[in-house]
């Protein structure tokens, strides 16, 4: 147990449509991190929130967007779902931005697109 | 640009053998370097990491793994593998900056048959 949720565990949609995904962070961790994690693959980073701000991005597209609450609990949404978007999206949570801090991941949303 | 290569998809051991998991890494800068296991339907856990102290990283349920520059290489090892250990393990690079730029290999499978 790493102190990290996520809802919805799964979630099944049709292309075209919008999903937000929501993470709750472990308590006093000002920092989160979003992956996609495609089947057989790695994870990718998708973006990165310190303190409520967007602190670096990977390679994925305007449709992908995210928040972080003044609680530091945080959402990933995506709109006009693609079928490539199926995987599963991880957040991570971490006391600072910083590598030296570990990161705690939470156990993942399966996103299905149809 | 930096990238890590995990030899082997699949790896399979005896309980009680030893377990060899590669990782070879590409990095401009110093790496920062990360083990991590994912069981089924699971986020990822962190291992080990190497952030250029001891060369040899101990880490968590008997893993260890020794960084050798002059290798580029990162492999975790166990000397005795245990059922449980049969999981998904993930290797990946950043540098001091942060997550941002983390990427992680493909995984590799471990198999431990009884």
């Known amino acids: 147990e790493t102190g990290v949720t996520q809802s919805p565990t799964h979630l099944i949609k049709t292309r075209g449509q919008q999903v937000t995904l929501r993470c709750s962070s472990q308590?006093?961790?000002?920092?989160v991190s979003w992956y996609q994690q495609a089947l057989g693959q790695g994870p990718q980073f998708i973006f990165q929130?310190?303190?409520?701000?967007?602190?670096g991005r990977g390679n994925f597209p305007p449709r992908f967007s995210g928040l972080q609450f003044p609680n530091y609990s945080s959402e990933l949404n995506v709109n006009a779902l693609e079928l490539d978007d199926s995987a599963l999206y991880l957040c991570?949570?971490?006391?600072?931005?910083?590598?030296?801090?570990?990161?705690?991941f939470g156990p993942g949303t399966r996103l299905t697109v149809l | 640009a930096q990238s890590v290569t995990q030899l082997g998809s699949h790896v399979s051991v005896s309980e009680g053998a030893l377990v060899l998991l590669r990782c070879n890494y590409s990095?401009?800068?110093?790496?920062?370097l990360f083990w991590y296991v994912q069981y089924p339907n699971q986020g990822l856990q962190l291992l080990l990491k190497?952030?250029?102290?001891?060369?040899l990283v101990k880490g968590i349920n008997g893993f260890e793994a020794e960084f050798k520059k002059s290798e580029t290489s990162f492999h975790l090892t166990k000397p005795s593998a245990h059922m449980s250990d049969a999981a998904e393990y993930f290797c990946?690079?950043?540098?001091?900056?942060?997550?941002?730029?983390?990427?992680f290999g493909t995984g590799t499978k471990l198999q431990v048959i009884p």
């Open positions: 991570a949570s971490s006391l600072a931005s910083g590598t030296k801090d570990t990161q705690y």
């Open positions: 990095s401009s800068v110093p790496p920062y």
């Open positions: 308590s006093g961790h000002n920092t």
């Open positions: 990946a690079v950043t540098f001091s900056g942060g997550y941002q730029k983390v990427t």
């Open positions: 929130y310190y303190r409520e701000e967007e602190n």
């Open positions: 190497y952030t250029s102290a001891a060369t």
